[in-house]
């Protein structure tokens, strides 16, 4: 199970001075008068899993139409939240910092357990199209007439040996027609492509080997056309299961395979710098326990 263990946030919503909460316990109670910031904790967690997708009339709260991520007293406008997860069958942690740049523009950073950073567009690459990890299984559509909808139970399976983490997106790839879009949809991606979210039905954040999350996903079809769509699972693989941990024996072999050159030892950053050292390591190690 995956829990969250700390928050750090300074000047969005309420809060102005950085302040730290640390969640040791199973069970935490916030409690305070109104308009001290209760709603404002709650609201910081999910602004920096889900940036603005959680801002806007798309999420069909009233009070997200007009939000105002950071506080009116901080100047020059500034806004920091940070969370710290554990793993607790393993151990690891994770950290996912989002920082407000402008009304339109924030930015993401993660580390991951094993101490790899990434950015931007880099935390969107790494939640990777599991194909060959996931199996996607379409089943029961129907069409609401009066909604102008067709709906579709989507299933994913974890066909591979190993866990699968939150964030689970289905991304829908492409549609044949261009007058047929997701419905409810979430702010698009990086690339432009609608998803919808399974990671709700993952409350302990993993998707173990041989488990399968359905979720019923909805088209806007106005037209009543005929069409066909391409999805594809996007998550975080999280380890081996059952590995226990990475072990001496494990390191020498990973060592052996980078002294190697086998694939090339220069990988990091992407594409490769000239210089070869413990980043590309760190790089390398990740790839090697993904298994590629």
């Not at 009233?62 to 020059?76: F, T, Y």
């Amino acid at each position: 199970m995956i829990v969250l263990r700390r928050l750090r946030v300074r000047g969005f919503r309420a809060y102005t001075k950085e302040q730290e909460f640390v969640f040791d316990n199973p069970a935490i109670l916030l409690f305070g008068e109104n308009h001290c910031g209760k709603s404002s904790t709650l609201n910081a967690i999910e602004w920096c899993l889900f940036g603005n997708e959680c801002v806007g009339k798309e999420t069909g709260i009233r009070e997200r139409v007009d939000w105002e991520i950071v506080n009116r007293n901080m100047r020059p406008p500034d806004a920091l939240v940070v969370l710290e997860f554990e793993d607790k069958a393993t151990g690891g942690k994770l950290t996912v910092t989002r920082r407000w740049v402008s009304a339109r523009r924030d930015e993401l950073k993660v580390v991951s357990p094993n101490g790899q950073e990434l950015t931007g567009q880099e935390v969107i690459n790494t939640y990777q199209v599991l194909d060959g990890y996931l199996a996607i299984g379409l089943d029961n559509a129907g069409y609401d007439h009066k909604k102008k909808q067709l709906g579709v139970d989507i299933t994913v399976r974890n066909t591979s040996e190993k866990v699968i983490g939150i964030p689970v997106w289905v991304v829908i790839e492409s549609i044949s027609e261009p007058n047929v879009t997701l419905a409810d949809v979430n702010t698009p991606t990086t690339q432009g492509k609608t998803y919808a979210h399974l990671s709700d039905l993952l409350p302990d954040g993993r998707l173990e080997p041989g488990k399968s999350i359905t979720k019923r996903i909805y088209f806007y079809n106005p037209e009543e056309v005929r069409f066909t769509f391409e999805p594809s699972v996007r998550g975080v693989i999280l380890e081996v299961a059952g590995a226990g941990g990475f072990g001496a024996e494990g390191l020498g072999r990973l060592s052996e395979h980078w002294l190697e050159g086998e694939p090339s030892l220069d990988v990091a950053p992407p594409g490769g710098d000239g210089i070869i050292n413990l980043h590309d390591f760190a790089v390398f190690a990740n790839r090697w326990l993904e298994g590629d």
